[in-house]
């Protein structure tokens, strides 16, 4: 049954997304309305950011449920993918009609809604830690918990962000058209939304809690595979962090940390797919490698930067275009810094993230040195053999030598 409506589902869910995408460029591009408060500066940049967001996930998810049908992860994606990229469309369309006035308010209440509810469904990222690689959880108790999560994740975001009175989550200057349940503000307080989604930062311990048990756990193939989720979850948070580092320096509207956390997090659902695939896994250690070195030393040439332009800034203050000078002068010192820096970062790395590549490197190395003046085929040819075994571990291994004639 599930492999029946696995292409269908996949088809359908890659479709929606794309099409949620094309609609929501045409429709800012053509009617380019200001945004309404409160929601959370989705500019045009963020809304490239938001639908290629939600493409990445639902085409990269519909490959996993043709691949890996039996895997929810697949399926969780498609559905995380198609509710950021109607959230887009959605935002959008109630831009647009909030615009018309009086004439476009219940559009721009029903479409709102609308927004509210497919952008919870994209919610479902957070599942995607506690069920990755697998498709469950890795044990009994966190399937437990899982199932337990599953059953109180929609009753909540039901009553707080769906049937509840009041301003609409991401819309506070628009009145809820299905408020007709409980009022939590005089319980929660004026902002029941906000309050509740701080309450998820709960579970950001609880995810990172479960994703080093599973590690712990994990064959070498496992571990392989969350490392390629973990990094790119990595990127995005660095990312969307300096956005709002960025932000708050500048005093900026949050857009940015929006455009980030679309941009990086697309590196999300390529990596899940990546892992699963197991297309290219074991280059990942590679990876951490390099983004560990160009990420240090892009923070220490920073610090140096900044260092040697307010020094020289004050000490060639009293020389005409001393300020230029300084900014040259800490320009060419980064500039002479980088190459030893980045070799003596990447050895120091290696030794911790790429240990079996800089073993295997330095062995051949070794081995070179020490072949390089002996004459002794047998000895030569024990050697070599000896070093590949130990590297690589083949099933079997030989050398054939071709014979001269003189």
């Not at 240990?355 to 047998?378: H, K, P, Q």
């Amino acid at each position: 049954m599930i492999r029946r409506l696995a292409r269908p589902f996949a088809i359908v869910g890659s479709l929606i997304a794309l099409a949620a995408a094309i609609a929501a460029f045409i429709l800012r591009i053509g009617d380019p309305a200001p945004l309404l408060p409160g929601s959370f500066g989705f500019g045009p940049t963020a809304l490239v950011g938001m639908e290629l967001l939600g493409v990445t996930f639902a085409v990269v998810g519909a490959l996993l449920v043709v691949r890996r049908p039996g895997n929810a992860v697949g399926w969780c994606m498609v559905l995380i993918g198609d509710g950021y990229a109607l959230g887009g469309l959605g935002a959008a369309i109630t831009a647009s009609a909030a615009a018309d006035g009086p004439a476009g308010a219940a559009t721009a209440a029903l479409a709102g809604w609308f927004t509210v509810f497919v952008t919870t469904i994209g919610g479902l990222v957070f599942v995607l830690g506690f069920i990755f690689p697998t498709g469950r959880g890795h044990s009994p108790a966190w399937d437990r918990f899982i199932r337990l999560g599953a059953i109180w994740f929609p009753v909540i975001s039901l009553f707080t962000f769906l049937i509840r009175p009041g301003p609409l989550h991401l819309f506070s200057t628009i009145e809820n058209p299905f408020g007709i349940g409980p009022d939590l503000r005089p319980l929660l307080g004026a902002n029941v939304s906000q309050a509740i989604a701080a309450c998820s930062a709960i579970v950001v311990p609880v995810l990172a809690f479960s994703l080093v048990s599973r590690y712990r756990m994990a064959n070498t193939i496992g571990r392989q595979q969350l490392k390629w989720f973990v990094l790119a979850i990595f990127v995005t948070i660095v990312g969307v962090g300096a956005a709002a580092v960025g932000a708050v320096l500048t005093n900026e509207p949050p857009e940015a940390g929006l455009v980030v956390f679309g941009f990086a997090g697309s590196l999300v659902p390529v990596a899940i797919g990546i892992a699963i695939l197991r297309h290219g896994l074991y280059d990942i250690d590679r990876l951490i490698s390099r983004t560990v070195v160009y990420g240090a030393i892009t923070a220490v040439l920073a610090m140096v930067f900044g260092v040697a332009a307010l020094v020289l800034g004050v000490v060639l203050s009293t020389v005409g275009e001393g300020q230029t000078i300084a900014v040259a002068g800490s320009t060419l010192l980064v500039a002479a810094l980088f190459g030893p820096l980045r070799r003596r970062a990447q050895a120091i790395v290696d030794r911790r993230f790429d240990r079996a590549g800089y073993d295997a490197a330095l062995t051949v190395e070794t081995m070179t040195t020490r072949l390089r003046d002996d004459v002794d085929l047998r000895r030569v040819e024990a050697d070599v053999l000896g070093v590949v075994d130990r590297t690589f571990h083949p099933a079997s291994a030989g050398i054939w030598i071709r014979e001269t004639t003189r």
